[in-house]
């Protein structure tokens, strides 16, 4: 819906939607990413960054956290942690992506867009 900028919709929906995910019992990391990008489009930046913090404070070198932390960041004018976030992403990314997580493979496009993206702006 956010894609599509359909702002009633996203405005409507994505309270249930964070509700809902408050209220799952037991959040693995993929979900935690779910949610901040949802509140990130909800504009509940303080929900999004906790769900960051959490992700990296659980996995340190974990692409969906720090991609999210980054852009986190970027949304707050603050690059400087933008730019270390995204240093810790390419750094990580093989050793990571060795690790076959299902988030990284459900999140494999998105993942792979930014590394592309960041490898091309280094050059």
Not at 55 to 78: E, F, V
């Amino acid at each position: 819906l956010h894609e599509e900028r359909k702002t009633d919709s996203v405005a409507f929906f994505a309270p249930m939607a964070l509700s809902s995910y408050g209220s799952l019992p037991d959040m693995d990391l993929d979900a935690r990413y779910d949610m901040a990008r949802i509140a990130m489009v909800a504009g509940a930046m303080p929900v999004a960054q906790a769900q960051a913090d959490t992700i990296l404070r659980q996995d340190s070198t974990h692409l969906l956290g720090l991609l999210l932390g980054a852009d986190l960041a970027r949304a707050n004018n603050d690059q400087q942690r933008a730019a270390r976030l995204e240093s810790r992403l390419v750094a990580s990314a093989d050793r990571e992506r060795a690790r076959a997580l299902p988030e990284y493979e459900a999140h494999r496009g998105e993942i792979e867009s930014v590394l592309q993206r960041l490898k091309t702006t280094k050059r």
